[in-house]
Every structure is written in C-alpha cells, then in structure tokens.
C-alpha cells in the first residue's frame, strides 16, 4: 500500500498510459511526415551511431576530419511509437529503411498538391513518443489528426536533405515550410538504397553504451536474426511518454523529442530519471 500511495502520488501526473498493441503496419502504405531538428551526430533512441548523421567523414582528408565529423549528412528520421514497437530505447523499427514519397500538405488550406515528385530513403534512428492527439498519437484503434496511423518525424533541416527537397508556394500561401505532409512509404532493404549504406562507420550501434542498451542494424529484415527486439516489451515497461515531452509537441510542428527518446540509457536529463524512480515504484506494487 505504502509503495502504490508513492506511485500515486509521485508518478501519476508524469505520464499517460496508452492501450492496445503494437501497429502491425503493411510494408507499403501511407502516413504523415513532420520534421525535428536533432544536434549533428546525436545519438537517439536506437543507439545508432553517430556517423549516420555525419557527412561522409571517409571522404575528407585527414586533416580535415575533425572539421567535418561535426556535418549531418545520411537522412534519418524517427517512427511514431506505437509503429516503433517500445516505449523506449530500441523497438523493431530501428534500422529499417522507408522510401518516403510526398503526396500533399495537411494543415495548409487549401491543401498544396506539389507538380513534382519528391522522394527520400531514410533510416529510422529515433522514436517519436505517444501523446494524446499530436502527429505521433497514431494506435492500433486510433488515427493522428492526419487521419494516419504512422507519422515518420525526419531530422531537417540536414546537410543531407537539400534546402529545397520540400515543395511551396510562398507567393499562395505566404510561407514555405508546411510543417506537416501526407506521404507514401515503401518499405526498403537499406542496403543499398539508403545513402549512408556505403559507409561502415555510419551502420550498426555505437559501443560505449552497452548491448543491452542499443539495438540499430545495418539491414534489417524482419527476420529475428537481424531485427531488434521491443526493449520495453523485454523489460515489462508500460506504453508511457512523460508529460513534460508531450506538453513540448503541442507547442510547434516542429518537435524536440529528444529530452527523453534515448532514456534507457541516459538517466542525466531530470524527466528522465524521475520516469525511473516512477517504473521503479510501479514495479513493487505489482
């Protein structure tokens, strides 16, 4: 009784609890694409190295090296929760590569339907958590307000991505960045299509945050083999997203997911670590 009056008391506010399973998504379909912006060679979620947002850094010279380890350059994003497959740290979708294809904007009225095609194969690296009605609140049962399951968050801007890969028509509407679009998804074998495959140091898990920690594969496949597991699933987590990350995604389209999305193993950021003291507590009322 003692440890559930601590649970109530101390943990309840911090999180929202969401029902249901993991989306079993088809291979090919549709979904909604917003933008973050991550620091270059931020090391998310998935513990994927930080070469994958680095600038082809085999390339420069030696002596140039330092100067550009700094540059993002492959195009990576991050999956919405409940497609992701964990609460935190690594989840099934880590390491897979969508061809994403943009269809048309969402909030914009009327909606802007660009005369060329755009398309871009990027590597999931990051999650997007659950919160009550964002653009990553998609369930089993439930759609985000784009009428989608799916929303795929990409890191832009990036040296990796150029300025103008999204359409606009600043003369119509009066600005360029949409913030929100409809998009198709492909399913791809990351290797070759992804534009860092070519870079060993830009594929797999960095290494001083242990095994257990970090799951991020060159060329997933879905088989159990090469595919990484839901850590929260493993770990009994419930599906949670702190309140203090959700409050931040209703402020702007553009979201900064990343005060939590890597807290399996980075207890330094206070949310996090009081989401620990939380777990922990739930723990001894089970």
Known sequence: MFALTLFLLFCAPLYVQATGAWIDY??????????????????????????????????????????????????????????????????????????????????????????????????????????????????????????????????????????????SNASYYGYTDFGVWNVSYQTVPCLPNWAGAKNKAALGSVTNLGNESVCCPANPTGNPNDTCPSYSDDNALPYVVPLSVMNLLSQSQTRYHDECSSYAYDTHRHPCRRLFICLFIQSLTV
């Open 26 to 167: 088809p291979a090919d379909g549709t979904a909604t694409m917003t933008h973050y912006t991550i620091p270059d060679g931020f090391i998310a979620a998935c513990g994927c190295t930080g070469a994958s947002t680095v600038r082809r850094p085999h390339l420069a010279p030696p002596f140039l090296t330092f100067f550009v380890a700094g540059c993002q350059g492959y195009p990576t994003a991050a999956m919405s929760q409940m497609a992701y497959g964990s609460s935190t740290a690594f989840g099934p979708a880590c390491g897979k590569c969508f061809n994403l294809t943009l269809l048309n904007t969402y909030t914009s009225d009327p909606p802007f339907f660009p005369d060329v095609v755009k398309s871009i194969v990027i590597k999931v690296t990051d999650l997007c958590p659950l919160s009550e009605a964002g653009w990553c609140s998609g369930t089993q049962t439930k759609k985000n307000p784009g009428g989608q399951y799916i929303n795929f968050d990409m890191a832009f801007p990036s040296k990796a991505i150029p300025d103008d890969f999204f359409p």
